[in-house]
């Protein structure tokens, strides 16, 4: 017991005290009133921000996920030594910071950059195609940020299956489609579910990225919620957007709880 207490006041004091001042903050303005989330569902600008950060999560975690478990898949059946170096490759991006990853991809995807210029010389385009500060490069830059996040803990749950039900279906006569289907598939959906999730809930909150690969063209909530308190200021709507936010992603997470628990 007397190991849980101070990790109870730091949890208390670090993360529950400032969401329940965000939550107050959100509805006093300086009394009670519900005029920020008026003004945010009465402002189009400020919902399609919210519009746009949603389905850029939604491409960005459909994305991981068509990316990643083949990887993952592919990564669990190496060899224990060639595991060990294409898991440090995964990994690598992990010691590079996220502004130099973004200026990166903005060498490679820019106008002038190598992508445009290899399809310039090979005849395929003309003039040289937008490709980054829009809601693409974001995804492009978003997906190369998050997908180790998604790939790792995959990874994991796929190395804890029992190797005996997969050769017990085999046993059985499946073919090696037929036991990926019905056992392997199934067995890993919960982590796969898990890590998507975990995609979704770190896309809304990125600030760099967006900032960096969108050019200022394309708003995220992160960026609003920048601007509504660095240069306005104006913490009640900035605090409606974050409850409002926080909301949406526990509504996600709560489908993605139901539907775990009807697959199992």
């Known amino acids: 017991m007397g190991f849980i207490v101070p990790l109870f006041l730091v949890t208390l004091v670090c993360f529950d005290l ?72 995964v990994v690598l991006p992990f010691w590079v910071s996220i502004l130099v990853r973004c200026y ?39 997906v190369n940020l998050l997908l180790p996040y998604f790939v790792l803990p995959l990874v994991a749950a796929m190395m804890r299956i029992d190797r005996d039900l997969l050769r017990a279906a085999e046993t059985m006569g499946a073919s090696e489609t037929q036991v990926f289907r019905a056992v392997f598939l199934p067995l890993t959906l ?36 920048d601007l509504l308190i660095n240069q306005m200021p104006d913490w009640e709507l900035a605090s409606a957007i974050a409850t409002v936010l926080l909301a949406l992603i526990i509504v996600v997470q709560a489908l993605a709880s139901g539907l775990r628990r009807r697959t199992q």
């Open 190 to 225: 919960p982590a796969c579910a898990a890590g998507a999730l975990l995609v979704f809930i770190l896309t809304f909150g990125f600030y760099v990225t967006p900032a960096l690969l969108g050019g200022g063209r394309v708003t995220m909530v992160a960026n609003l919620l």
């Open 18 to 89: 400032p969401l329940a001042m965000m939550l107050l903050r959100s509805v006093h303005a300086p009394r009670f009133a519900l005029d920020s989330y008026a003004e945010l569902f009465g402002t189009t600008a400020y919902v399609q921000v919210l519009v746009i950060t949603t389905r850029i999560a939604l491409v960005t975690t459909i994305c991981c996920v068509l990316l990643g478990y083949p990887l993952a898949w592919w990564l669990h059946r190496l060899q224990p030594r060639a595991r060990i170096y294409a898991l440090a490759l």
């Open 104 to 142: 990166a991809w903005i060498v490679l995807l820019g106008n002038a950059g190598l992508v445009n210029r290899m399809l310039l010389t090979l005849g395929i385009v003309t003039a040289p195609i937008s490709i980054i500060y829009n809601e693409f490069g974001i995804i492009v830059g978003t």
